[in-house]
């Protein structure tokens, strides 16, 4: 079983609808946990970070972080055909050596 | 101004040569990693780098040798390449105090043939 599960999707949309992202972990010492957002051919852009339990919001993104259920979720609201790309969910201990865990990523795909 | 550059952003090369790709950041961050993204797009850490000093070395083939002749360079060089190497590989930098702030370069996709 790895460390950090995600739904490779892929996951389609029509624009304008709430997306949610999801991923589980088995380690309960992550306590930082992070949204990636890849699009085709580029690097990771970090979107979200949050540390330990509860909610960040950004715009129309908002991250949830639940260690009672080992369970992180990523919501984007009124998606847009630019928020198509491929969303990595991340996460790490902290300490020395800050070493992120990544899910596999789900692709997202806003019709417009 | 590109925060994290990798060079070169493609290369094909053939089983058995020698190649080394490089990483640049110019946010003044304290570390650097190295990356390996597979086909299915899962990214595994290899390396990392604090100040010029090596700090995770997960279990990659000894024919990776990352070298950080600064704290703002790491490069990785690869011998006897084989096509299991094929990937697309990212340099990151993050600072290792304060909120984590990650950065992540361009990649460089590794084809072996």
């Known amino acids: 079983q790895k460390e950090v599960e995600q739904d490779p999707g892929p996951l389609s949309v029509p624009e304008g609808a709430i997306v949610s992202l999801n991923c589980t972990y088995s380690?309960?010492?992550?306590?930082?946990f992070m949204w990636y957002r890849q699009y085709s051919r580029k690097g990771p852009e970090l979107l979200m970070y949050?540390?330990?339990?509860g909610n960040k919001e950004d715009g129309r993104f908002t991250a949830q972080v639940d260690k009672s259920s080992k369970y992180i979720s990523l919501f984007i609201r009124d998606s847009q055909p630019s928020d198509s790309a491929t969303y990595l969910c991340?996460?790490?201990?902290?300490?020395?050596?800050?070493?992120?865990?990544f899910g596999t990523g789900t692709l997202l795909a806003v019709q417009p | 101004d590109t925060a994290v550059s990798q060079t070169p952003k493609y290369l094909v090369t053939q089983m058995g040569n020698d190649k080394s790709i490089k990483c640049e950041q110019n946010?003044?961050?304290?570390?650097m990693y190295w990356y390996k993204q597979d086909s299915k797009k899962f990214l595994k850490i290899m390396f990392s780098y604090n100040n010029k000093e090596l700090i995770i070395n997960e279990t990659v083939p000894n024919r990776f040798s990352p070298k950080s002749p600064d704290k703002a360079h790491l490069n990785l060089h690869i011998n006897s390449l084989e096509l299991g190497d094929s990937a697309v590989y990212f340099c990151a930098s993050s600072q290792s105090t304060g909120a984590w702030k990650g950065f992540f370069g361009q990649g460089t996709r590794l084809t072996v043939v």
């Open positions: 946010l003044g961050h304290d570390t």
């Open positions: 380690n309960s010492a992550f306590q930082y």
């Open positions: 949050t540390y330990s339990s």
């Open positions: 991340a996460m790490m201990n902290g300490g020395a050596t800050n070493k992120l865990i």
